[in-house]
């Protein structure tokens, strides 16, 4: 097998230095993802390793399937047998199987941060706490900062400094708080998203037993995007790889963006103290981007004073010089870039797919589908508010919850009363008091309610209680897709969902059928082994933002920086370069944040293979004011011979007589020389037509028949509408996208 051809050398040493441990710090581009991909293939192909001896861990589980795929194209179909995925997933399939040794269920519930903000905002009003200074969202970072250092609430409790610290920051029973989150996920038999890392950290250390069944199991281990694991991470990988010390971690220190959630770069540096016999490899040469763009990059990477010095080069083209595009308006600004992304599709033949918008946060999206939109262009959004947390699918899961696991307190809170079944609120806080004094399980509560709650509410709840048992029985004898449909009907969600007969009913009902089609898809997946309803949940909580587009038609992502590092895209629009909202005015305290915030700068360039773009605009709503912006500081950052500056405007905003010339004039930008316009905006050329052109006869032009335009030149029709005594044809044309003609007028040649 030749795969070694497609590598380089520093790559194919990487690749063959399989025993003991490795480190691979490399700029972006470079191949680092490429070469775990290779150094997998290689230790099943060549060295007889079984797939199943192989962990790797990945930043996305959408990274790991395609990773999977390709070794599969390598090696074939044993690839499927590797444990490949992100810390989480791995390690809650291994909490699954070993969970009851300390003392969960192994049906327990993973919950998201919507549930945690719950049960924090329930714990502040049973404490009857300020619920201003213990906001959810920060009692919730908090807990999760402190988690991923390892430092338990007792440990926290214990911990002078802390205690000062929350002190100061007017939250003293912070402490106490945590103890008490933690307490009650426990009796919910349910863990956080970083639950799952510190309680495989306290499986580990405290059952020796189990840390060796899988530190035999693992005789190789890998890391990708090495430089935003924490240190519960960075732990949990060191004790598995500590028997055979085959251990090969990439990364790259400059574009560590996860330090506000407690990844430490310092794990980079600790490696090679750790490991003294480390295998060092760099990787220099760039295989995916423009010369300008790695030029640039670098110019960027430069200026940040903590990180390692390397080189990166690329023998790629030179490539089209950076645009940098001013807009008035934040609305003016979707314009331009839906407009760009409607020219550089026809000129060079471009798919959707092959544009990605970035953004700092999340909230700009909405001006830039806005412009999408209006142009037809086809977008998914990367992240944001997914399928799986719209209520309506929040409700039937947590019915699902409920069922495997009935303890799951949130879960509970949110069907014991949906469909409405005359419980009130007082009753179902009686029952959760009732099981947190007591200290009874909240499933042996709502099973023995006459024991606990007045008359009235008893038998509403009985019934519930039997409804559940039934849903028990189902979810054991059936598999996740009968036991689901089973549950949507006769719990009545289905039901009320299709009594509501408005578009949003109707949509919400939809919704949920195809959350039955997903389960359906999972449980017809031969490579799925447990069908069981409890083995599908776990692998829905664990879908990351980046993992969720289902959706495979050809579209234009919409994402933040922060979730697209590591893929990349031939053009690539960073959007919002303005002072205070990139770099981020709430994330900027100190040095190091603004190094971070460079560093995301430096991520989002050199996720563009051929063209990048820089936009900003000069006004915007944020916070539901117009506020004046400021150019960001990092567009004087670039190395200004990498830059153009573009006159681009959005047809709308152009002023008629520019509009007819195509030169749009703009004004200059701060201290950065202007170039001499290399190409002027295309604009769209009027068609000229085959020397042979020929009007046909259209009475029985069909779907799927490619015409040609006297003007509009060659397009496809799409379908054929009569109206009236009129016969109209949709076409798509090559240039100038679609458009309806009356048959009896339009001339068009049928080109068979
Ligand atoms: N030796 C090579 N020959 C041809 N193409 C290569 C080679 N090495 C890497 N590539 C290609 O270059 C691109 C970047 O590679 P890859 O994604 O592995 O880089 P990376 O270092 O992981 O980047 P990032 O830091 O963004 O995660 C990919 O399209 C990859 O297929
Ligand atoms: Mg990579």
């Known amino acids: 097998m030749d795969y070694l051809k497609e590598l380089n050398p520093p790559q194919i040493q990487a690749v063959q230095h399989t025993d003991g441990p490795v480190m691979i710090i490399a700029g972006a581009g470079s191949g680092k993802t490429r070469v775990l991909t290779y150094r997998i293939a290689h230790l099943i192909y060549a060295k007889g390793v079984d797939p199943f001896n192989i962990l790797s861990l990945t930043f996305t589980n959408k990274a790991a399937a395609e990773m999977k795929h390709r070794i599969e194209t390598l090696v074939g179909l044993e690839a499927r047998n590797t444990w490949m995925g992100t810390f989480h997933s791995i390690f809650a399939k291994i909490l699954r199987v070993e969970s009851g040794k300390i003392g969960y269920p192994s049906n327990f519930t993973i919950y998201d941060t919507d549930d945690s903000k719950s049960l924090i905002r329930t714990l502040v009003k049973e404490m009857r706490i300020d619920d201003k200074v213990y906001k959810p969202n920060v009692v919730l970072s908090r807990i999760s900062g402190a988690k991923n250092r390892l430092i338990s609430w007792k440990a926290y409790q214990d911990d002078p400094y802390v205690k000062a610290d929350d002190e100061a920051a007017m939250k003293p029973r912070m402490g106490e708080l945590y103890q008490r989150y933690q307490e009650r996920l426990f009796k919910a038999g349910a863990m956080d998203f970083d639950d799952l890392l510190f309680n495989t950290n306290v499986l580990f250390r405290d059952h020796l037993d189990v840390l060796n069944k899988y530190q035999q199991r693992f005789k190789y281990v890998m890391v990708d995007e090495f430089q935003d694991t924490n240190i519960s991470q960075y732990l949990i990988t060191k004790k598995l790889a500590a028997v055979h010390q085959n251990i090969c971690v990439v990364g790259d220190d400059a574009q560590s963006i996860y330090a506000f959630r407690g990844a430490d770069i310092q794990n980079i540096l600790n490696f090679e103290k750790d490991y003294p016999d480390l295998f060092v490899v760099k990787l220099e040469q760039n295989y995916r981007s423009t010369k300008t763009i790695v030029e640039a990059a670098n110019s960027i990477i430069e200026k940040n004073k903590a990180q390692l010095k390397k080189l990166v080069w690329t023998s790629n083209p030179e490539?089209?010089?950076?645009?940098?595009?001013?807009?008035?308006?934040?609305?003016?600004?979707?314009?331009?870039?839906?407009?760009?992304?409607?020219?550089?599709?026809?000129?060079?033949?471009?798919?959707?797919?092959?544009?990605?918008?970035?953004?700092?946060?999340?909230?700009?999206?909405?001006?830039?589908?806005?412009?999408?939109?209006?142009?037809?262009?086809?977008?998914?959004?990367?992240?944001?508010?997914?399928?799986?947390?719209?209520?309506?699918?929040?409700?039937?899961?947590?019915?699902?919850?409920?069922?495997?696991?009935?303890?799951?307190?949130?879960?509970?809170?949110?069907?014991?009363?949906?469909?409405?079944?005359?419980?009130?609120?007082?009753?179902?806080?009686?029952?959760?008091?009732?099981?947190?004094?007591?200290?009874?399980?909240?499933?042996?509560?709502?099973?023995?309610?006459?024991?606990?709650?007045?008359?009235?509410?008893?038998?509403?709840?009985?019934?519930?209680?039997?409804?559940?048992?039934?849903?028990?029985?189902?979810?054991?004898?059936?598999?996740?897709?009968?036991?689901?449909?089973?549950?949507?009907?006769?719990?009545?969600?289905?039901?009320?969902?299709?009594?509501?007969?408005?578009?949003?009913?109707?949509?919400?009902?939809?919704?949920?059928?195809?959350?039955?089609?997903?389960?359906?898809?999972?449980?017809?997946?031969?490579?799925?082994?447990?069908?069981?309803?409890?083995?599908?949940?776990?692998?829905?909580?664990?879908?990351?933002?980046?993992?969720?587009?289902?959706?495979?038609?050809?579209?234009?992502?919409?994402?933040?920086?922060?979730?697209?590092?590591?893929?990349?895209?031939?053009?690539?629009?960073?959007?919002?370069?303005?002072?205070?909202?990139?770099?981020?005015?709430?994330?900027?305290?100190?040095?190091?944040?603004?190094?971070e915030e460079r560093r995301l700068f430096y991520v989002a360039t050199t996720r563009a293979m051929e063209k990048l773009y820089l936009t900003y605009a000069l006004s915007?709503?944020?916070?539901?004011?117009?506020?004046?912006?400021?150019?960001?500081?990092?567009?004087?950052?670039?190395?200004?011979?990498?830059?153009?500056?573009?006159?681009?405007?959005?047809?709308?905003?152009?002023?008629?007589?520019?509009?007819?010339?195509?030169?749009?004039?703009?004004?200059?930008?701060?201290?950065?020389?202007?170039?001499?316009?290399?190409?002027?905006?295309?604009?769209?050329?009027?068609?000229?037509?085959?020397?042979?052109?020929?009007?046909?006869?259209?009475?029985?032009?069909?779907?799927?028949?490619?015409?040609?335009?006297?003007?509009?030149?060659?397009?496809?029709?799409?379908?054929?509408?009569?109206?009236?005594?009129?016969?109209?044809?949709?076409?798509?044309?090559?240039?100038?996208?679609?458009?309806?003609l009356l048959l009896s007028f339009a001339k068009l040649r049928i080109i068979d």
Request: glycine letters at 6%; hydrophobic letters at 35%.
């Open 319 to 595: 490539g089209d010089l950076i645009e940098l595009i001013k807009a008035t308006s934040d609305g003016e600004e979707g314009r331009i870039v839906a407009n760009t992304i409607f020219e550089e599709k026809n000129n060079k033949k471009l798919n959707n797919s092959d544009f990605a918008i970035l953004y700092r946060t999340n909230s700009q999206s909405r001006s830039m589908e806005e412009a999408l939109r209006k142009m037809n262009l086809t977008y998914k959004i990367v992240g944001g508010l997914s399928f799986y947390q719209r209520k309506e699918i929040k409700d039937l899961m947590a019915y699902m919850r409920f069922t495997v696991n009935p303890v799951d307190e949130e879960a509970f809170k949110r069907v014991i009363n949906y469909p409405k079944r005359g419980i009130g609120d007082t009753s179902v806080e009686k029952i959760l008091v009732s099981a947190y004094d007591h200290d009874i399980p909240l499933w042996e509560v709502v099973k023995n309610a006459h024991s606990f709650l007045p008359g009235r509410a008893v038998s509403s709840v009985d019934d519930f209680a039997t409804m559940i048992k039934a849903f028990q029985i189902e979810v054991e004898r059936k598999d996740a897709f009968e036991a689901a449909s089973s549950i949507a009907k006769q719990s009545g969600l289905l039901r009320e969902l299709y009594e509501d007969k408005t578009i949003e009913g109707l949509n919400r009902y939809e919704n949920v059928q195809e959350l039955l089609n997903a389960i359906k898809e999972y449980v017809d997946n031969p490579e799925n082994e447990d069908k069981s309803l409890g083995s599908f949940l776990q692998e829905i909580a664990l879908l990351t933002d980046n993992d969720q587009d289902k959706d495979k038609t050809d579209a234009i992502t919409l994402m933040t920086i922060h979730s697209s590092k590591g893929l990349e895209f031939k053009q690539v629009f960073v959007v919002g370069m303005e002072e205070d909202l990139f770099p981020s005015q709430m994330m900027m305290q100190s040095r190091e944040d603004l190094e």
């Open 620 to 740: 915007r709503y944020r916070f539901g004011r117009l506020l004046n912006c400021e150019p960001s500081r990092f567009l004087e950052e670039v190395d200004p011979r990498m830059i153009k500056v573009n006159k681009r405007m959005s047809s709308k905003d152009m002023p008629g007589a520019l509009r007819k010339e195509g030169l749009p004039g703009a004004s200059g930008f701060i201290g950065i020389k202007k170039q001499p316009e290399s190409r002027q905006p295309s604009q769209l050329k009027i068609h000229t037509p085959s020397p042979d052109f020929k009007p046909s006869n259209t009475n029985s032009l069909k779907a799927d028949q490619l015409v040609e335009h006297p003007k509009f030149g060659f397009g496809k029709v799409q379908k054929i509408e009569t109206e009236g005594l009129n016969k109209k044809a949709t076409i798509q044309f090559e240039h100038f996208g679609e458009k309806t």
